[in-house]
Each structure stands twice: as C-alpha cells, then as structure tokens.
C-alpha cells in the first residue's frame, strides 16, 4: 500500500517530516536518522521544498533516494512561488517514473530576499488542480488550525482550505500546542460539509529562542505555560526530555480527539521522534 490516501483509510498513520540537507555533512545526518526511524514502521515521511522553490532539486534528491534505498513511503512537497506549469509537469512525470505516489500541494513562502522568479500558481488550490488531474498521486494539502498570517478571515481561511480538501486526499496541519486549536478546526471544516482525513502536525520543542522563531512565521501562539515549563529546564538534556514530554501529552491528546494520523517534524533528528513513539506505546496501533 503506497498512497497517504488508503494508509489513512486503515488506520490510525505515524509520519514523519524531514528537510533538504544541504551539505554532506548534514547529509549523513539525514542518513542516519532515516535508518534510525525506519524500524518504527512510519507510514510515510515528508521532505519539505525550499522557499521560493529554492534548492528543488535537493528534494526531489531525497525523495528519489528514500524511494529507491529503504522501504519507507516519501511525499515530496511541491509549491507554487516561482513555478511554471511546464515545471510542475516535468516534476510530476519524473516522481511518477520513480514511483513516488504522494504530493503535498502548498502554497510556498516567496523568499524575504524577493528572488523568487514570477510562476503560473498563485494559491494552493491552482497547483493542487494540476497535480490532482494526472490521477496519479495521492494529494495532500496544508491547514492552518490557527488561521494562516495571510487569511482576511477566519471564515475565509476556512472556506479555502475546504475548497482544497474538496479535491485533496487529506490535510497536514501547522505546528501548535493547544489541542483545542485542532478541534476547532476539524468542527469548523465539519460545518463546511469537510470530513477527509486532517493530520496533526507536531513540533516537538526543546528550546523557547527557536519556537519563538518559526511560530512568528507560521502565526503559531507559543503559550506561557510552554515557555514556563521550557525555562524551568536546569540544562540542555532536561530541556529535551521536558520538550519530550510536552510533545507525547499532546499526541495523546489528539488521539484522544480522534485524530487520524500523526506527523512529527523531526528537523531531521531521530531521537526525540523514537521517544515520543516509546511515550505513545500501543494508542497508535
Ligand atoms: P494557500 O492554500 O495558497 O493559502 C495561502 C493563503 O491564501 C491563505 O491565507 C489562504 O486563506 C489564502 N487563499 C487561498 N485561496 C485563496 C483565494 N482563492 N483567494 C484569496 N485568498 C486565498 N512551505 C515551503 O516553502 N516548503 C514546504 O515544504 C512547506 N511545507 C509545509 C508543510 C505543512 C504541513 C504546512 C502546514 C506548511 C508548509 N509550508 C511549506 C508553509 C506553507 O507553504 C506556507 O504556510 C504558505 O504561506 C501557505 O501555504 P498553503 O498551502 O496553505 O497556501
């Protein structure tokens, strides 16, 4: 079975995300990491695309590597800033000669520098149209559970992410802490006649200076009892283990709310990911 789509549809997935690497140094991180996770079985794991499509070839590298030497189901996520239609059909026909069945069709963050090229896409639903007329991919798409930066509204937030979900197999969620922000959203597509599949996606976070950082982009609220808990560390290792902790009650929350998968951004680590999947013991199986 190598589609997200049926994965989802016989239970409850385990995920994992990595990025890029960009040295080779870093490569063999990524290596080892992948030979590390692998023994947990996940069902699929994501590779992330530069912003502003920089470095498109590094994911598509990775993908067509984990594809060929491990047993493990990629997703190559693919965005609109700076794409052609003509090179998003060449990508697709390269993955779909590979074998990679899985598409996370996104949006994209131009880069701050502004060298994105102008591309044929402007919003996700553009891309995820052509990616979803081969037929040949499972699609996934992104949510926000706290609302994009860039939506006018919440209800417009909505509204866009269930015209994507209407086409799409299923969603990834942004980061967040709060249980309650996942259950609002999937009452809320709910409302909008939306029942696919929405995975939680989870940041474990070790460290209060980083979360601050990507959650100012993502619009992600880091709440005070996080950052509390996080400065109580007495060191680095009591910070991860803190980090640890916080990451598997919040699975277990989800779970609990019925959640259908769960995807971890491991910032291409391994560790933290295995203590997590220890934490969660038998609820995933
Ligand atoms: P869209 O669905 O296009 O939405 C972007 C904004 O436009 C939203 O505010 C939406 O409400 C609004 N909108 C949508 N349609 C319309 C319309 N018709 N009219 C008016 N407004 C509209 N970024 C990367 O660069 N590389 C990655 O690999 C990557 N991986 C990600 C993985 C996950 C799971 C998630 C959640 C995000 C990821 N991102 C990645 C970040 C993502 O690309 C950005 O958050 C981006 O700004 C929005 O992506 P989207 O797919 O939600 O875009």
Redesign the pocket.
């Known amino acids: 079975m190598a589609r997200i789509s049926d994965k989802l549809a016989a239970g409850r997935t385990l995920s994992f ?1 990595f ?1 890029p690497p960009k040295t080779s140094k870093a490569q063999l991180t990524l290596d080892r990491t992948v030979a590390e996770l692998a023994p947990l079985g996940p069902d699929f794991v ?8 920089s470095d498109r070839h590094r ?1 598509g590298d990775v993908v067509k590597w984990i594809r060929r030497e491990t047993d493990v189901e990629p997703m190559a ?1 693919l ?3 700076g794409h052609t239609r003509t090179d998003v059909a060449g990508l697709l026909v390269e993955y779909r000669r590979v074998g990679v069945e899985n598409i ?6 131009a880069p701050i520098d502004g060298s994105a090229p102008a591309g044929d896409y ?4 553009d891309l995820l149209d052509d990616v979803a007329a081969t037929g040949c991919f499972s699609v ?5 559970p706290e ?6 509204s919440r209800e ?2 909505r ?3 269930a ?2 979900l209407q086409l799409a197999d299923f ?4 980061f967040f802490f709060d249980p309650e922000h996942y259950v609002r959203l999937v009452d809320e597509l709910a409302a909008l006649g939306i029942d696919k599949p929405i995975v939680p ?1 989870i940041m474990p976070v070790t460290n209060v200076g980083q979360v601050t950082r990507m959650a100012e982009m ?1 619009g992600t609220d880091v709440p005070s009892w996080l950052v509390d808990r996080l400065t109580a560390a007495h060191d680095a290792a009591d910070a991860k283990q803190i980090g640890i902790e916080l990451a598997s009650e919040l699975c277990l929350d989800l779970i609990d709310a019925g959640a259908p998968g769960l ?1 971890l951004y491991t910032l291409n680590r391994s560790e933290i990911a295995k203590e997590i999947r220890v934490n969660l013991g038998s609820v995933l199986v």
């Open positions: 995300e990025f994501s590779i992330t695309y530069g912003a502003g499509g994911t996520h965005t609109c800033v996370l069709a996104l949006g994209g963050d402007q919003y996700a639903l996934g798409v992104a949510a926000h609302v994009h930066p860039r939506s006018v417009a937030d509204r866009h992410l015209e994507k969603a990834i969620t942004q996606g993502s995807h």
